[in-house]
């Protein structure tokens, strides 16, 4: 199996679903953040793959992560909580 085979773009919102509070960690701009999203999204997309990534293919994903996460941000200055908080 090859990256392009993949839906990345599912495999990445999974990983943003599943780690919420590493999300709201890059939010705030917290050090670690990025490395360990970065790091679960490179271990989803291998246990996909059935493989390790090559150094091309884990750049693919990142800039896929950081789309995601580009895009989430945005969404939050455009439409900022509500809550009155």
């Known amino acids: 199996m090859i990256l392009t085979d993949l839906d990345l773009a599912a ?15 890059w939010l705030r701009d917290e050090s670690g953040s990025w490395g360990a999203l970065a790091a679960q999204a490179i271990l989803a997309t291998r246990r ?3 493989r390790s990534l090559t150094d091309a293919e884990r750049r693919i994903v990142w800039q ?13 200055t455009i439409w900022p909580d509500e809550s009155g908080s």
């Not at 495999?11 to 960690?25: N, Q, R, S, W």
């Not at 896929?64 to 939050?76: F, G, V």
């Open 11 to 25: 495999i990445v919102a999974a990983v943003v679903a599943e780690h919420a509070g590493l999300v709201d960690a």
């Open 48 to 50: 996909t793959l059935g």
């Open 64 to 76: 896929t992560l950081w789309d995601k996460l580009t895009a989430i941000r945005r969404a939050e």
